[in-house]
């Protein structure tokens, strides 16, 4: 039982030294290229200054790493330095670090001789060890984990982990795949009953990248996420948890940022624009807009074309979104300093449509609009309407309440929007 309050951070997926190949062939001037592809190389090593940052900031007890610290197996040079000087400045601090290794940093790859200071302890390979963790002489928390001993582990790790009675708080820190996520490798498979059963406060884990909490408490399960984003997959902010335990033992969590780079996507409708040149001035108000609500961060960005408009029908033509691109670019991204890097317009427009002449026609769509017209003027079609919809009242009252009045016209107008998406064939006018 813990009967004082401490924190820890919990973090996982560093991929320290990732190489971002994916950017080098980027086509710009060579400085911006540079710039870009030097800020997406330092970024796995800025967020985990972040983190360090974030440890002696909040004065946390102790700090826990879920596995994949470093990319590869085979760790660089460079990312065990880095970690090395993470790791010494932490031990200035008097903070302790635990770190379990995964698939991507198992135990068979290759490891520099390093001198590690004496605050780090790495789980051993194939066996859950555990580690007091002591403030003024008296246990506050036991840290549990294992590390991988090569890359493919197929065994249920979770299984092996026993929680000590005499513990007063027990971290469980294992890198696995809960209830066979099959968006990541099959790696130390488990259920949320595996981890349940072990009678642990709080599994700090690893290996999905997206931060998802499977279980608030008894116990708390957690997946922090990756510390950086590494991708056009892994958009939106990504960092680590502060964990606060009260007197007690219930666990606050809130979640950092540690980013620098980060991808987006950021959708722009075409709707009321007539030219080329009010969209550039749509999608640059778009990526600054994006910009802002980042943070000012450097971003790489999807754009994404949406809505009916008359320019549906130019950017048709092969390359049409080139040119802006290539504009937007040269906006936004420069040889220093922080970049918005719009990496592709992609097109989800419609082609503009003249409902009202469309609804005198002999066709079927007319035929439609016409009567999507009549249901919102009243009358006949929208009693019929009324009643049609009745029997929901009934049965579904609890969980659906039916629209009326102006929430009905917009329900209307949405599907007529809808049939016309269905059914309109510009060309066969
Ligand atoms: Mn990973």
Redesign the pocket.
């Known amino acids: 039982m813990v009967d004082t309050g401490f924190s820890f951070i919990h973090a996982a997926?560093l991929?320290l030294d990732s190489p971002f190949r994916g950017y080098a062939g980027i086509d710009c001037e060579e400085e911006t290229r540079e710039n870009i592809l030097r800020q997406l190389r330092d970024g796995t090593f800025l967020a985990l200054d972040n983190l360090v940052r974030a440890c002696i900031q909040n004065q946390v007890d102790f700090l826990v790493l879920a596995?994949?610290v470093y990319d590869q197996a085979d760790r660089s040079l460079r990312a065990q330095l880095r970690l090395r000087d993470a790791f010494a400045r932490l031990a200035a601090a008097g903070i302790p670090v635990f770190v379990a290794h995964?698939n991507?940093d198992h135990s068979e790859g290759f490891q520099a001789a390093l001198a590690w200071p004496d605050n780090v302890h790495i789980f051993a390979p194939g066996e859950v060890e555990a580690r007091p963790v002591t403030r003024g002489g008296k246990e506050i928390a036991r840290v549990y984990g294992i590390s991988y001993p090569r890359r493919d582990v197929s065994q249920n790790y979770a299984s092996m982990f026993r929680r000590d009675l005499s513990a007063p708080f027990a971290v469980a820190v294992l890198h696995c795949n809960v209830g066979g996520n099959s968006e990541h490798a099959d790696y130390a498979p488990c259920s949320l009953e595996d981890l349940a059963a072990g009678g642990f406060d709080y599994w700090a884990l690893?290996?999905v990248?997206r931060r998802l909490t499977l279980k608030e408490h008894g116990p708390c399960v957690v997946y922090p996420g990756?510390l950086q984003g590494r991708g056009p997959h892994e958009t939106g902010a990504r960092g680590c948890y502060l964990v606060r335990v009260k007197p007690g033992g219930l666990a606050e969590l809130s979640f950092l940022e540690t980013d620098t780079v980060r991808w987006a996507t950021q959708r722009v409708s075409i709707q009321g624009l007539g030219t080329e040149q009010e969209l550039l001035e749509s999608l640059d108000a778009g990526l600054a807009e994006l910009s802002r609500a980042h943070g000012q961060r450097s971003l790489v960005a999807r754009l994404e074309l949406a809505g009916r408009g008359p320019l549906h029908r130019r950017l048709q033509r092969p390359g049409a979104l080139d040119g802006l691109l290539e504009e937007l670019r040269r906006r936004f991204t420069g040889p220093s300093g922080r970049f918005v890097w719009p990496e592709s317009i992609r097109l989800r427009t419609a082609p503009e449509v003249d409902k009202e002449s469309l609804r005198g026609s002999r066709t079927l769509l007319g035929d439609l609009l016409e009567i999507a017209r009549e249901a919102r003027c009243g009358g006949r079609l929208r009693d019929q309407l009324a009643e049609a919809l009745a029997p929901l009242q009934g049965r579904a009252a609890r969980f659906i309440q039916l629209p009326q009045g102006k929430d009905l016209d917009e329900l209307i107008e949405a599907a007529e929007e809808m049939a016309l998406d269905l059914l309109w064939e510009e060309d066969a006018r």
């Open positions: 997926d991929h596995g994949d995964g991507h690893g290996h990248h990756n």
